[in-house]
């Protein structure tokens, strides 16, 4: 079955240095999304991208974040300059596209487990 | 803005036997979708099952179903034949299908004794 993956599973970084946490979404898939889920905390929305463009952004996705689809199978989370609070599981998702909930269902990658430290 | 209420932060059961976990929902939407999403230890989230909004009768699974009550807006997960390996955090989920996004319940831990 096809599933999304992610790397790496865990990234250690220094405050202030840039990260890039890279997914491979479902290869039929059009929708992609990032989450973030803080140590004991619930899982947040950051942005969703469809057709090379963020569709949506909650008010974490701030000037930091940014996402890129470099090419037809990768989709990149970049952080700029990360902080202490960034540290988190960090959740890519896809979906095929529109009407239905079967088209419509996120499906989750493993997750990158950053620390920033 | 949705919110998803899991009002249960932790609980066990007995290996063979039945749980339920409780969520609850608040929308002004009339189209969405439901999840329960599975996260065992190694935190990867893996989709349990849904519901679509529209639909009545309830999702089932395998040993997992749902009892979807629209106006109650409760969407609760019941495990049958509890097993070992359903150890993990549970998660309920709101997808709303005009955002686009889900919000995420607080989770369930659930143990299942042996």
């Known amino acids: 079955e096809p599933e999304v993956t992610q790397t790496p599973s865990h990234q250690v970084t220094q405050m202030g240095q840039e990260v890039i946490l890279r997914c491979v979404p479902i290869?039929?898939?059009?929708?992609f999304y990032w989450y973030r889920q803080i140590l004991g905390q619930k899982v947040e929305f950051l942005v969703s991208?469809?057709?090379?463009?963020?569709?949506?952004k909650s008010e974490i996705f701030d000037d930091q974040f940014s996402v890129e689809r470099p090419d037809g199978s990768n989709f990149t989370l970049k952080i700029r300059s990360t902080k202490l609070e960034d540290s988190a599981m960090y959740f890519c998702a896809s979906k095929e596209g529109l009407a239905g909930v079967i088209r419509d269902t996120q499906y989750f990658g493993p997750g990158t487990r950053l620390t920033v430290l | 803005a949705q919110t998803v209420t899991q009002s249960q932060p932790e609980m066990s059961v007995q290996e063979a036997e039945t749980v339920t976990l409780s969520c609850t929902y608040d929308?002004?939407?009339?189209?969405?979708?439901l999840f329960w999403y599975k996260q065992p230890p190694s935190r990867q989230m893996i989709l349990v099952i849904r519901?679509?909004?529209?639909?009545?009768q309830n999702a089932t699974e395998n040993r997992f179903s749902v009892n979807f009550q629209k106006a109650a807006k409760s969407f609760s997960l019941k495990i049958s034949d509890s097993q070992l390996g359903d150890t993990a955090m549970y998660f309920c989920?709101?997808?709303?299908?005009?955002?686009?996004?889900?919000?995420f319940g607080d989770g369930t831990t659930l143990t299942v004794k042996p």
């Open positions: 989920a709101f997808y709303n299908t005009n955002a686009g996004k889900s919000t």
């Open positions: 929308t002004s939407e009339s189209n969405y979708y």
């Open positions: 991208f469809y057709n090379n463009e963020i569709s949506e």
């Open positions: 519901q679509e909004a529209y639909k009545q």
């Open positions: 290869s039929n898939h059009l929708y």
